[in-house]
């Protein structure tokens, strides 16, 4: 605007001579003013911004000329060039160029070393909003808030996507054996059992010599003190088969310790891991599945060994809860999961004989066998179910 106030009265008297026509030199001279906005830069090339503005002055003369916008009728001569253009014409020649390019004189100039890019555009916006309705500035407005919805939506999307819950979809038991940590706990002097004799002492010290009918066993506590007669199934041929399995595995001078871990040894390496699409808890469904199949997850992992701890005479039940995977990390995760729990001595003691145990039956590990709150075991146990 500067530019235009120190220069309009030069250009209008350069359009004048060539068009001799007051109509065509308002045309020219906006045109021309115009042209100049958008080819400032070319004035630092000029040798001088007289001669620049001539330049541009014929330049536009023609191109009218070509695009026939000029009346070309001459209606004085060079001795009627006036010197100047009125106020109110260089008002009026300034308010139709504004108005063709958008030109705000409100507008800030970046200052060098003190603008960014963000006061620029803010110094934009709040300039172009001047011009905007108020139905404009709203449709803006909710485009930009439907641009961040979008991205927002994208954004719990993709989070979701990495870190949803392990239980949908996942193999459940892959994920337990893939977490393999570190149970430095159990070293060799730890799986040392503690001898019958040190545990009948410390029971007959506890419950000082209470009887059999007061719930304590005239045998050893740890020597079939919890069995009873077998709970069996409604299927006898179920029942056959479980006979026949604790038959081969039982012997009858084994004690409850090593009766259990029997068992537990042989639902582990009896069962190939199979993720089972049919979730029934139903005890002969999943006992018939497995009998046919000889594979299945945890359910049928925890059924079996509950029914065979039944059969030989011990209170056991299936547990359903969750497995917890790096609970102790920021990449936790929980999936649905199914162990059994027994009451022996009074104390309930937990088994997962899945998780003790690889998905081809090869190996069983003893780390949450007989896990029971105050023992060694039972911190562990803590952190992986819920």
């Given at each position: 605007?500067?530019?235009?106030?120190?220069?309009?009265?030069?250009?209008f008297?350069y359009a004048f001579?060539?068009?001799?026509?007051?109509?065509?030199?308002?045309?020219?001279?906006?045109e021309?003013?115009?042209d100049?906005?958008?080819?400032?830069?070319d004035?630092?090339?000029?040798?001088?911004v007289?001669?620049?503005?001539?330049?541009?002055v014929?330049?536009?003369?023609?191109?009218?000329?070509?695009?026939?916008?000029?009346?070309?009728?001459?209606?004085?001569?060079?001795?009627?060039?006036?010197?100047?253009?009125t106020?109110?014409?260089?008002?009026?020649?300034?308010?139709?160029?504004?108005r063709?390019?958008?030109?705000?004189p409100?507008?800030?100039?970046?200052?060098?070393?003190?603008?960014?890019?963000?006061?620029?555009l803010?110094d934009?916006?709040?300039?172009?909003m001047?011009?905007?309705?108020?139905?404009?500035?709203?449709?803006?407005?909710?485009?930009?808030?439907?641009?961040l919805?979008?991205?927002?939506?994208?954004?719990f999307?993709?989070?979701?996507?990495?870190?949803?819950?392990?239980s949908?979809?996942?193999d459940?038991m892959?994920?337990?054996f893939?977490?393999?940590?570190?149970?430095?706990?159990?070293?060799?002097?730890s799986?040392v059992r503690v001898?019958d004799?040190?545990?009948n002492?410390?029971?007959?010290?506890?419950f000082?010599?209470?009887d059999d009918?007061?719930?304590?066993?005239?045998?050893?506590?740890?020597?079939?003190?919890?069995?009873k007669?077998?709970?069996?199934?409604?299927?006898?041929?179920?029942?056959?088969?479980?006979?026949?399995?604790?038959?081969?595995?039982l012997?009858?001078?084994?004690?409850?310790?090593?009766?259990?871990?029997?068992?537990?040894y042989?639902?582990?390496?009896?069962?190939?891991?199979?993720?089972?699409?049919?979730?029934?808890?139903?005890?002969?469904?999943?006992?018939r599945?497995?009998?046919?199949n000889?594979?299945?997850d945890?359910?049928?992992?925890?059924?079996l060994?509950?029914?065979?701890?039944?059969?030989?005479?011990?209170?056991?039940?299936?547990?359903?809860?969750?497995?917890?995977?790096?609970?102790?990390?920021?990449?936790?995760?929980?999936?649905?999961?199914?162990?059994?729990?027994?009451?022996?001595?009074?104390?309930?003691y937990?088994y997962?004989?899945?998780a003790d145990?690889d998905e081809?039956?090869?190996?069983?590990?003893?780390?949450?066998?007989m896990?029971?709150?105050?023992?060694?075991?039972?911190?562990?146990?803590?952190?992986?179910?819920?």
């Amino acid at each position: 605007m500067q530019f235009y106030n120190k220069t309009c009265d030069r250009v209008f008297g350069y359009a004048f001579e060539r068009c001799l026509n007051h109509d065509d030199t308002m045309i020219v001279c906006r045109e021309a003013f115009i042209d100049m906005y958008f080819d400032i830069s070319d004035l630092r090339k000029a040798p001088s911004v007289e001669y620049w503005q001539r330049k541009q002055v014929d330049k536009t003369l023609r191109y009218l000329v070509r695009k026939d916008r000029l009346s070309l009728i001459h209606e004085k001569t060079l001795a009627d060039i006036p010197d100047s253009i009125t106020v109110d014409e260089k008002e009026e020649l300034w308010r139709r160029i504004n108005r063709t390019i958008d030109i705000d004189p409100w507008r800030l100039v970046p200052v060098p070393g003190k603008s960014t890019i963000f006061t620029v555009l803010a110094d934009q916006a709040a300039s172009d909003m001047s011009y905007m309705s108020l139905f404009d500035i709203a449709k803006a407005a909710g485009i930009v808030l439907l641009i961040l919805a979008l991205i927002g939506g994208a954004g719990f999307g993709a989070y979701y996507f990495l870190f949803r819950d392990s239980s949908g979809g996942v193999d459940a038991m892959e994920e337990i054996f893939l977490d393999e940590r570190s149970y430095d706990i159990y070293n060799e002097e730890s799986r040392v059992r503690v001898t019958d004799e040190e545990i009948n002492a410390l029971i007959k010290q506890a419950f000082d010599g209470l009887d059999d009918e007061g719930g304590l066993s005239s045998h050893s506590a740890v020597t079939h003190n919890s069995s009873k007669d077998p709970i069996l199934t409604a299927d006898d041929a179920i029942n056959d088969k479980l006979k026949v399995i604790l038959d081969e595995i039982l012997k009858d001078d084994m004690s409850d310790n090593e009766r259990l871990w029997a068992i537990y040894y042989y639902v582990g390496t009896h069962i190939r891991y199979e993720n089972v699409s049919d979730k029934s808890e139903d005890q002969l469904v999943l006992l018939r599945y497995y009998f046919k199949n000889e594979t299945g997850d945890s359910r049928h992992y925890a059924m079996l060994f509950q029914s065979l701890c039944n059969a030989a005479g011990y209170d056991c039940e299936m547990i359903k809860g969750r497995f917890v995977l790096n609970g102790d990390t920021e990449f936790r995760r929980d999936i649905l999961h199914y162990w059994n729990r027994m009451r022996l001595n009074g104390m309930y003691y937990y088994y997962d004989c899945e998780a003790d145990t690889d998905e081809f039956g090869t190996q069983v590990r003893e780390y949450y066998f007989m896990a029971t709150d105050g023992n060694i075991k039972w911190s562990v146990w803590n952190r992986d179910h819920q």
